[in-house]
T-cell receptor, first 108, second 116 residues
Framework: DAKTTQPNSMESNEEEPVHLPCNHS???????IHWYRQLPSQGPEYVIH???SNVNNRMASLAIAEDRKSSTLILHRATLRDAAVYYC?????????FGAGTILRVKS | SQTIHQWPATLVQPVGSPLSLECTVE??????LYWYRQAAGRGLQLLFY??????ISSEVPQNLSASRPQDRQFILSSKKLLLSDSGFYLC???????????????FGSGTRLTVV
């Protein structure tokens, strides 16, 4: 399984945008880039995924580098409810393998 | 709409007792199904996944087994629980085109198992 590298933790102010980076230099051509988040004592929640083009949905935006070796999850306006562990995962087959993720703290 | 049900929410079991956790999915057919475990303060570990009835892939050697008796039912079992089996167990499903997930994975609400 291709690996991803994320910062251990990040901090953001409420109402400000947050850019969560992810490096995946060994990504293969068929790997999708998935993002999930996990709030305390809950299961992970799907955020967004993409292959080559940037993606937007109601929760976030996903910016994918042209060489696909890195991506950035963008939360446009962080709220206290966005405080969670964010996982960037490469999925090229039929399973999702989680790494350590980034702990996002949001300050009011 | 699709929903995933997982029960029970919490469970306290003595060492050496059996375990059966059930997960069912509604509103879809031919899903990929997954069991994950999260030990306290740790990341999510993929235990088993299934792409069809009776088809189980095990990711790590362990004291647990999984079965898929019906298309939308996934069961996690153990004959004799160990202390190290304690953790947060999560079931998940994904839609698929052939075997590759079509969209994101949807997770259940989890079962917190404490083995005493």
């Amino acid at each position: 399984d291709a690996k991803t590298t994320q910062p251990n933790s990040m901090e953001s102010n409420e109402e400000e945008p947050v850019h969560l980076p992810c490096n995946h230099s060994t990504i293969s051509g068929t790997d999708y880039i998935h993002w999930y988040r996990q709030l305390p004592s809950q299961g992970p929640e799907y955020v967004i995924h993409g292959l080559t083009s940037n993606v937007n949905n109601r929760m976030a935006s996903l910016a994918i580098a042209e060489d696909r070796k890195s991506s950035t999850l963008i939360l446009h306006r962080a709220t206290l409810r966005d405080a969670a562990v964010y996982y960037c995962i490469l999925c090229g087959g039929n399973k999702l393998v989680f790494g350590a993720g980034t702990i996002l703290r949001v300050k009011s | 709409s699709q929903t995933i049900h997982q029960w029970p929410a919490t469970l306290v079991q003595p060492v050496g007792s059996p375990l059966s956790l059930e997960c069912t999915v509604e509103g879809t057919s031919n899903p990929n199904l997954y069991w994950y475990r999260q030990a306290a303060g740790r990341g999510l570990q993929l235990l088993f996944y299934s792409v069809g009835i009776g088809q189980i892939s095990s990711e790590v050697p362990q004291n647990l087994s999984a079965s898929r008796p019906q298309d939308r039912q996934f069961i996690l079992s153990s004959k004799k629980l160990l202390l190290s089996d304690s953790g947060f167990y999560l079931c998940a499903w994904s839609g698929r085109r052939n075997v590759v997930p079509r969209n994101g994975y949807t997770f259940g609400s989890g079962t917190r198992l404490t083995v005493v």
